[in-house]
């Protein structure tokens, strides 16, 4: 169009004459010439170009986006990433107003009142440093791997930027590593969109944008964390407008249009993405005073609470239209999983006062321990799938979390449970490490079985690799925290080892494509969870137990820590504050 509008050009712009055409290129390469010059005019943090733009960054598309999401949500499901967009309009809530409404409740949070609530300091008496030599130096190992890990700026689904800057903001403060949180909470503060047109995951935006934000804040107390994760909490909620207020799967943040995935049969929800926003989104009420975001959690905590479930077991499939469970699959591993970690973290998160996430929390286990329990004729426990009544005998990585999940439950359960249920952590802990001892690389698979013969071994081709995931290190941090018995040490080391015999790649660290094969593959990716969750948890095994003690926090799905919500504490700091404050007036 506009070349037709040019004297002496052709429309199809093929009758240019020597002169015009070399004007135009003369013209075509200035502008490129001042895109790059441009790029030197940025500000010039060395470090943030490292860390962020490293060479191995991936440009901001879409395909790599919906890739990101599809290894780490279809890792908890299938490979397809096609949404079927059968969303509603987003009606909005009268009670979602602007930010200056959140900012005018928000103001009335006390950063100083939950300080003074806490029972321990959160980075301990010294940091958290070990004072035996040995575990020093593995712990100093660790940060290292963390200092000389590139933050890759992945582009997450729906262009939201940054992951795996706003998933490592705690791990590089907790670590200590202050120069490199800083530049980390720059960007977060000068760069981070949350008005993106796109795809993104309801859950994972909520475990590692949600969740990384509000943890950064409560470690640091810097308002631009509660600033950006406020703004974001707001951008969420047109999920859950949905004739039962069970949230779509996926959301665009700048339209507030919502969907479900397309790989998710009949337009179904998924019960470890609904089931895993209750600890975020009381924190979001907590802090900015709106009950909005708690009303919506209690909502699908209702409905699960009172929807009947076969033989006491949560489907993994549910529909928000009819609030009917689609599909008879149960499993604690991918779909699952994170359900029942938010149930009993909830109750650990409200300062044991959540009765009804106890109480949900221990029948779920009851039933998962008659119908999936097992034990391998080798003499391992493991957690089995369920599939509308038939056991698939197959335990996923994911699914090794519940080791480190049983343990922080043993306390809470029926009476005299305790030390059964400490067994049983330490059981299943042992199996998962079974699967890292018995490949070539002493990694774990994906998915692992017991049947034809197999013993927490792979046996198809296509669950062989490993993408730096947490969750076996994960269960021995708590099993450590829990028991002290210095084999989970032992046992965070020969990860150690290994990641950086076989995942350590120039830029970073990367997954391979089969444990098995001595001679690894790459499939250069890291995700954002090996340095919130990975790293961190192996820091943790290596530091004193007051570096984040239990009592006082609780770690979100991602490994962020949130604290415990004091609830009789804050009142009182509040009204003692009033009461100062009327003795001024
Ligand atoms: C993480 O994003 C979270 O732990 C999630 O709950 C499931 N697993 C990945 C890492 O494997």
Redesign the pocket.
């Known amino acids: 169009m506009v070349l037709r509008k040019l004297p002496g050009v052709s429309a199809s712009g093929m009758g240019l004459r020597l002169s015009q055409k070399f004007v135009f290129l003369l013209f075509l390469s200035g502008l490129v010439t001042l895109c790059f010059g441009a790029l030197f005019f940025l500000p010039d943090t060395v470090r943030l170009k490292r860390i962020f733009l490293s060479k191995n960054e991936n440009p901001p598309s879409v395909t790599h986006g919906a890739r990101t999401v599809e290894r780490?949500v279809g890792?908890?499901a299938q490979e397809e990433w096609s949404p079927a967009r059968a969303q509603e309009p987003a009606a909005k809530d009268e009670r979602v107003t602007s930010a200056a409404h959140n900012g005018e409740r928000g103001s009335a949070y006390s950063y100083e009142a939950f300080k003074s609530c806490l029972l321990k300091p959160a980075l301990g008496k010294n940091q958290g440093t070990p004072p035996d030599s040995e575990t020093l130096q593995r712990r100093e190992k660790v940060k290292e791997n963390q200092l000389r890990t590139p933050v890759l700026c992945v582009v997450f689904a729906g262009g939201l930027r940054g992951a795996s800057i706003v998933d490592s903001l705690d791990t590089l403060y907790i670590m200590g590593l202050m120069e490199e949180y800083e530049e980390a909470k720059e960007w977060v503060q000068n760069n981070l969109d949350l008005n993106s047109n796109g795809e993104a995951s309801l859950f994972e935006v909520n475990?590692?944008y949600v969740g990384g934000l509000l943890s950064a804040y409560y470690l640091t107390g810097a308002e631009i964390f509660k600033q950006k994760v406020m703004e974001l909490g707001e951008k969420l909620l047109p999920a859950f407008n949905t004739p039962t207020g069970i949230p779509r799967g996926v959301i665009n943040l700048g339209s507030g249009t919502s969907w479900s995935w397309g790989w998710a049969s009949a337009g179904s929800s998924i019960l470890?993405e609904f089931g895993?926003l209750h600890l975020e989104f009381l924190h979001l009420s907590q802090l900015s005073g709106n009950p909005l975001f708690t009303e919506k959690v209690m909502n699908i905590r209702k409905l699960l609470n009172k929807i009947e479930k076969p033989h006491g077991l949560y489907p993994n499939f549910l529909s928000p239209v009819s609030g009917n469970w689609v599909q008879h699959h149960v499993s604690i591993g991918g779909l699952g999983?994170?359900f029942y970690e938010y149930l009993i973290k909830s109750y650990l998160m409200s300062d044991k006062t959540d009765q009804e996430a106890q109480k949900m929390y221990y029948s779920a286990m009851e039933a998962i321990e008659t119908n999936l329990v097992q034990k391998s004729p080798g003499g391992l426990t493991y957690v089995a799938e369920w599939r509308g009544g038939i056991l698939d005998h197959k335990m996923g990585h994911?699914a090794c979390?519940s080791g480190g999940m049983i343990g922080i439950g043993a306390d809470d359960g029926p009476a005299g449970q305790k030390q059964h249920y400490l067994d049983l952590a330490a059981e299943i802990t042992h199996t998962c490490h079974e699967s890292y001892s018995r490949s070539a690389t002493k990694l774990g698979p994906e998915a692992f079985r017991f049947d034809a013969g197999a013993e927490a071994t792979a046996t198809r081709l296509s669950d062989r690799y490993y993408i730096l995931?947490?969750?076996v290190i994960e269960s021995y941090m708590y099993m450590w925290r829990l028991t002290h018995d210095p084999k989970y040490r032992e046992w965070g080391w020969e990860a150690v080892e290994a990641l950086e015999k076989h995942c350590r790649v120039d830029a970073g660290f990367s997954g391979i494509r089969d444990v098995y094969a001595s001679t690894v593959s790459h499939d250069n990716m890291q995700?954002s969870?090996f340095l919130s969750?990975t790293l961190k948890y192996l820091y943790l095994l290596f530091s004193d137990d007051d570096l984040l003690p239990l009592e006082d926090w609780v770690f979100n799905?991602?490994a962020h820590p949130l604290p415990v919500i004091r609830k009789r504490c804050l009142q009182e700091h509040s009204a003692t504050q009033d009461h100062g404050q009327t003795n001024l007036e």
């Open positions: 780490s890792s908890r475990i590692r470890a895993t999983d994170s994911l979390f995931r947490p969750e995700q969870f969750e799905t991602e």
